[in-house]
């Protein structure tokens, strides 16, 4: 936590957000080495169906198998190395198929067929390659670590802390994405603060105090908290309107607030009172990521002849592009050879937070190479 002290906190160096080599080597540090959120249990709800995602330099197939398990792979053929699925997304017809020789796999990755294969070939030295995969509450996530802790140890608390929001229930009604010119960490700053909310954000600032609710303790693999509605706001949408039903788990306090929490190291949650928004970032370039953008809301509600959505789809759509601009101009102004680390106020604990968990994961990671941290 930040104190008042005579020589507060300050930024970065301008370097954690414009070295190339440090962005390599924060995607093996976070990217590779924890568990990343790919996406939702229902893009792959039926046997067969897959999405595929761009992970650091990697490439991951999910797709779940004929015994209803959520499975993940890297997207290499065994034969010569050929990525075997170009699409996003989409469905396996009983089977995983090179295009290049048709290498075939079974929906558990082991290779059913090796076309031209003898002289004592054994097909089960030559499944595909298996990643790590895990499901929490209908949020699918992925390690390329073997050796990692479980998604369960990662998570810690959050399991028990969003229960009530019973997320795997929950359908995706819109997906928006959007490409930032900026840096993953300035868009994980950004969203865990609202000092600036006042200044940027003219319509949400109508909805929530920017000094209301409460930060939770900041913890080594997630940060987080909640803010209150202003009197009379009900949700965060257009007008401060509710017109869906309160999520149905949720206990009476909760109907007046929203949490907001980063998932290290990609995931981005907002809970609300009536749905659920989530973005996922996904890190390109050391000045460019691209993020997904996902409303989800309860079937029920959902199936309900007068269900509408776009009060809370275009109230986020203004202030993502809010975000998304100040966060590139942040960029720009960084690359300066005039910045230098400014000072933190008091409020700003949870950047200051994740600033220092970086720190900390470069030092033990440098201790562990056996380099001058």
């Known amino acids: 936590m930040l104190t008042a002290i005579d020589n507060p906190p300050k930024t970065l160096p301008g370097r954690y957000y414009t070295d190339s080599a440090i962005f390599r080597d924060e995607l093996e540090r976070f990217f590779c080495r924890m568990w990343v959120c790919v996406g939702r249990e229902e893009q792959v709800a039926n046997t067969g169906e897959f999405l595929v995602r761009e992970i650091a330099d990697e490439s991951i197939i999910v797709t779940r198998n ?33 295009p290049y020789h048709g290498w075939t796999y079974g929906l558990d990755g082991k290779l059913m ?14 499944p595909l390659h298996s990643v790590s995969c895990d499901v929490w509450d209908g949020h699918v996530f992925v390690n390329l670590d073997p050796n990692s802790p479980t998604l369960r140890e990662q998570l810690d608390t959050l399991p028990t802390k969003f229960s009530n929001w019973r997320m795997q229930e929950l359908r995706l009604h819109k997906r928006i994405g959007y490409a930032v010119q900026a840096n993953w960490k300035l868009i994980l700053l950004n969203y865990n603060e609202c000092l600036h909310c006042p200044v940027l954000h003219p319509l949400l600032n109508k909805m929530t105090s920017y000094l209301s609710g409460e930060n939770a303790d900041p913890h080594q693999n997630f940060i987080g908290g909640s803010m209150n509605f202003k009197e009379g706001v009900e949700t965060m949408s257009l007008d401060g309107k509710r017109r869906r039903d309160f999520l149905p788990g949720l206990a009476p306090e909760q109907h007046h607030e929203v949490l907001y929490y980063a998932v290290y190291p990609n995931l981005l949650l907002s809970l609300h009172p009536d749905y659920m928004m989530t973005h996922t970032l996904w890190p390109r370039a050391v000045d460019r990521t691209e993020i ?23 109230f986020w759509d203004v202030t993502n592009r809010e975000d ?17 680390p400014g000072p933190y106020s008091m409020q700003e604990s949870l950047p200051h937070a994740f600033d220092e968990m970086i720190l900390r994961r470069e030092r033990e990671a440098k201790l562990k190479e056996g380099r001058d941290p």
Request: glycine content about 10%; aromatic content about 12%.
């Open 292 to 314: 997904i953008c996902e409303w989800h809301f309860h079937p029920a509600e959902m199936s309900k002849s007068e269900f509408t959505a776009d009060d809370a789809v275009e």
């Open 66 to 98: 004929e015994g209803g398990s959520v499975n993940a792979f890297y997207n290499v053929c065994r034969h010569r190395g050929t990525r075997i699925c170009a699409e996003a997304a989409g469905r396996f017809s009983g089977r995983i198929q090179c």
């Open 324 to 340: 998304w601009r100040i966060s590139e101009l942040s960029q720009a102004g960084i690359k300066s050879r005039a910045y230098s």
């Open 113 to 126: 067929g090796a076309p031209h294969m003898n002289h004592g070939f054994r097909r089960e030295e030559y």
